[in-house]
DNA sequence: AATGTGATGTCATCTGATGACATGACTCTA
DNA sequence: TAGAGTCATGTCATCAGATGACATCACATT
């Protein structure tokens, strides 16, 4: 029963205490997920794949969907990090989009990956659910660090909100761009553009 | 077992068939998220309450969340019915903004209900989850409005994106205002100083 | 060798959700 | 007015996600 679970990681027998149960569960569940789709792929196939039992991928992941989010927290972090860290600026909203364009070297290398969970994600509600949350709190999270540094209630959160909109397109054009484009020039265009789209007139 | 469902709308006897279940059951859940939760709630809970069978609730509702966001289609029509028919205008921005603003009357009106859905909401991130999508569908159709429009892709996405994080902010605000405040007024007020905050240097 | 600790398995159970089918109530028409 | 048709609902069965309780195995420490 256990041994026949073959994970994507390099493993031989994988007995019943074979480390790094939580990365394999992540890479067993992306795999799946790209094969047959979200819905169509069960918890205990996961687990099978991964060599463990549905019970002990509840204990790594609270649900079935954040097997693929989880990740995103470090995200979050170096852009609270970088926000701490910034010297004082003029515009809270040049801040936050200063913050946020720290974090795109660590998705920014590997498009292909991206993509791959990008298309799982946008072919499933659910998921597209989670990731709005995700970056619903990452923007709450920014908005809190403006407060932190005496931004205005209402200002902070329209800098974070409006930074996260801008980060949100640039991204889908980033992943959907054929040609040769890096994520960072793409947040700068879109930011630019903004600027254009919003002057007061 | 029947007969004994006591819905919240003025209701007699209540037979099998006694019109409005969707209505009741709408009613239920929101009394029932009130008093005790989202989470603590049961489908089954709610059916009972409206007189029905908990079967019936996942014929009228796709699931427990829906029963709460349903009527805001209602609000997404309308903005998107004033986007169309809105004449040419200088900023697509300007264009999304104002298709926004009709659409403030229909929830305007009452602040104490919209507070209560509301508490509900920030209760729970289940319900936070599809409460953000359902905005990002709003978005996304009014992006798709002003594409039609033949506004550039980017800037569609752009303009729809910002609108919708200004929308958030100003509701926000006004949900969260003690003195007496027009939603409307809000969302003026956030979207210059929108224009302010992101005037090109 | 005994013991403790942590990760995992096993079992039971709850709840959300859905399909299949039966049935009650109402409408229309011959 | 009886019968057919239709629609909303009830009933039953079943599945998948999720969680608590407890047993068990491997390993480290002593």
Known sequence: ???????????????????????RLRDAALALYLERGFEQTMVADIAERAGVTARTFFRYFA???????????????????????????????????????????????????VRKRHAVIAAN????????????????????????????????????????AVYRVAFQRWVDATEELDLRDALRETFAQLRTLAAPR
Chains 1, 2 share one sequence.
């Open 63 to 113: 649900d079935k969907r954040e097997v693929l989010f989880d990740a995103a927290a470090e995200l979050e972090e170096k852009a609270l990090a970088a926000l701490e860290a910034a010297p004082a600026m003029a515009s809270p909203l040049d801040l936050v989009m200063a913050a946020l364009e720290t974090t795109t070297d660590i998705i920014g290398y590997d498009r292909e990956l």
């Open 125 to 164: 509600a659910e998921l597209q659910e989670r990731e709005l949350i995700k970056l619903a709190r990452k923007s709450a999270a920014l908005a809190d660090g403006l407060r932190r540094r005496g931004v205005g209630d209402t200002e902070a959160g329209l800098a974070a909100e409006t930074a996260s």
């Open 1 to 23: 029963m256990r041994g026949s679970g073959r994970g994507s990681t390099t493993l031989g027998g994988m007995g019943r205490w074979e480390p790094g149960a939580g990365g």
